[in-house]
């Protein structure tokens, strides 16, 4: 497989996640846990609404992905946001992450691969063209 197909392959996987996660754990509410962890953060009053706009953002992270566009910004933002979003949980609401304390290491081979596929592959691509 081509450094390029492996990059996309990487970029599909990338964007799938952040899609699964918005769609169907916070707009469908589909993994209620996702919505218990804002309403601990953030406040109860609103804590559905807040979900499914974050939700939405996750969404629309996935197609901002797919594009393409300024994808180093994107890459730095999604790491940004993956790591500010793990360090809060890690602290404020352990008990209602999936694996816990551990999701912090789950949090970090997701910034890593993030990583490898936007400053490591997309840079040997272009060293190549």
């Known amino acids: ?21 918005g769609l169907f754990c916070k707009v469908l ?31 629309g992270m996935a197609l901002w992905i797919l594009t393409g566009i300024k994808s180093r910004l994107n890459s730095i933002v999604q790491i940004l946001i993956v790591a500010t979003m793990n360090i809060l949980e890690f602290i404020l609401v352990p008990d209602l992450l999936l694996w816990g304390r551990l999701n912090i290491l789950f949090a970090s081979f997701f910034i890593l691969a993030v990583y490898y596929n936007e400053f490591v592959l997309n840079k040997e691509i272009y060293q190549k063209a």
């Open 1 to 21: 497989m081509t450094e390029r197909n492996i990059q996309l392959v990487l970029a599909c996987g990338i964007a799938a996640v952040w899609f699964v996660n």
């Open 29 to 59: 509410n589909l993994v209620a846990r996702h919505e218990q962890i804002v309403s601990r953060i953030l406040g109860s009053d609103y804590s559905r609404e807040l979900t499914i706009v974050i939700g939405i953002s996750e969404i």
